[in-house]
Nanobody
């Protein structure tokens, strides 16, 4: 069974930066696309970024494009999210997840919206 452990969140002022990490166990992460997602209070979970299995393709939500960078370290089964120029609207619990099929370019919305297993997430709070 896949286990996902997110970390690196915290409280930061607007304009600041954070780096989130997600450690994966129970599956060979190197074969799968990985993604970051977030859920703000009272809102549905939303897509933030994905990266394919060998880090040649990345995709970002329009709201974070140019500010966030997703990366991965397959040797250490870890995916990262570098967040710069943070805004109060970025406040949310951030989650990572792994694609259900190997060798994909991204995680399709229909796939991640059907996920029933998520990690505990890491809280990011951006003050204005």
């Amino acid at each position: 069974q896949v286990q996902l452990v997110e970390s690196g969140g915290g409280l930061v002022q607007a304009g600041g930066s954070l780096r989130l990490s997600c450690e994966v166990s129970g599956r060979t992460m190197s074969r799968y696309a990985m993604g970051w997602f977030r859920q703000a209070p009272g809102k549905e979970r939303e897509f933030v970024a994905t990266i394919n299995w060998r880090a040649t393709h990345t995709y970002y939500a329009d709201s974070v494009k140019g500010r966030f960078t997703i990366s991965r370290d397959n040797a250490n089964n870890t995916v990262y999210l570098e967040m710069n120029r943070l805004e109060p609207e970025d406040t949310a619990v951030y989650y990572c997840n792994i694609d259900t099929r190997p060798w994909g370019l991204t995680i399709a919305p229909a796939t991640w919206r059907a996920y029933t297993s998520w990690g505990q997430g890491t809280q990011v709070t951006v003050s204005s």
